[in-house]
């Protein structure tokens, strides 16, 4: 029997100021991208490019969808397992 190791998908967050800007969000069609985006990142975190920056802080990364026209900047926690979105774009 043949067992297949699933990597469990990483946690989805929101800084306050993304919160706010989902907020707004009052198309179907632009949650419907959003959520597309999300998942994309949740499955594989490291999706998106860096962001060059300091060492300070935590790495930000851009994922953006053309198809979709989503951009999101996010970072990702030490274990991988949450990713905490800090600005939103759609």
Known sequence: MTHHQHRRRARIAFSDSA???ME???SEAEIH???RALVVVSVD???GEPIP???AGPQLREYADDV???RILYWIS???TV???AYIEV
Request: no cysteine; hydrophobic share 50%.
């Open 19 to 21: 919160a706010k800007q």
């Open 24 to 26: 707004g969000l009052t």
């Open 33 to 35: 991208a959003l959520d």
């Open 45 to 47: 975190p490291e999706v």
């Open 53 to 55: 920056g300091t060492a």
């Open 68 to 70: 979709e026209r989503v």
């Open 78 to 80: 030490v274990l991988k």
């Open 83 to 85: 990713v905490v979105v």
